[in-house]
């Protein structure tokens, strides 16, 4: 029996992904390690969000007690087909990269397959859903999902060292809304600025969350 190509807008809580047959092709888009609250030495898990040919989003987590055996399958931008996994109701604390209900649980079983570069040119690098600076403004708590944002940069205000970190506050047309920058991300758009004073500079972000800032207005924080 030949399986099916399945999509992550498939999944859902009356289906089986377990089932070796559930076989999706999907993009890394990101990837990162989640360390424990109590210990931020102390890794948790690997996360990764991938996106698939429909341009659906889902984040996708490797607990670390088997994350050895698959961190090597992946990289940021690879592309691979999974199976045999299985996926949970996405209703942890914090901030969600992904605003599909379920997320996807790997298990010592699943498989993971490289695919044929062919395939990789169907899957899309990003698919970007910028939410409206209105929208934004009408937060009234801190947004628990990251979102994307575009925007025409204004102003930049000087660097702020903050022990080993940097960060910069860069302010967007029309609503006026305020991102923090860190580290590279911070030196690398004053650099852009300073050198190109005249030049109209939009700033494209993925995976940016809302939080209030020293109870001050809220402000947008890249990942």
């Known amino acids: 029996m030949v399986a099916a190509q399945r999509y992550i807008a498939d999944i859902n809580g009356l ?34 969000i991938f996106i698939d040919a429909q341009g659906g989003k889902i984040q996708a987590t490797i607990p670390k007690s088997f994350m050895d055996t698959f961190i090597n399958y992946f990289e940021e931008d690879c592309v691979r087909q999974i199976s045999c996994f299985d996926h949970a ?20 079983n699943t498989i993971v397959d490289i695919v044929d570069a062919v395939v990789d040119l169907d899957i899309p ?12 403004s009408n937060f009234i708590e801190n947004f628990d999902f990251y979102f994307d944002v ?18 910069i506050s860069v302010e967007l047309e029309d609503e006026r809304l305020k991102i923090t920058l860190w580290n590279g991300d911070a030196d690398a758009i004053s650099t852009m600025m300073a050198d ?28």
């Not at 109701?89 to 010592?108: A, M, Q």
């Open 15 to 48: 289906i089986s992904t377990k089932n070796p047959h559930f076989r999706m092709v999907v993009r890394v888009i990101s990837i990162w390690k989640m360390y424990m609250k109590a210990d931020e030495k102390e890794i948790k898990s690997l996360e990764l």
């Open 89 to 108: 109701l996405n209703i942890v604390s914090g901030y969600h990269c992904s605003k599909h209900e379920y997320k996807i649980v790997f298990e010592p």
């Open 125 to 136: 690098n990003h698919v970007f859903e910028f939410t409206p600076f209105a929208e934004i």
């Open 150 to 167: 575009i925007g025409h940069v204004i102003g930049v205000s000087e660097p702020i060292i903050d022990g080993e970190k940097k960060r």
């Open 196 to 223: 190109h004073p005249v030049m109209l500079v939009v700033l494209i972000m993925q995976y940016v969350k809302c939080k209030k800032w020293n109870s001050e207005s809220f402000h947008l924080h890249q990942n």
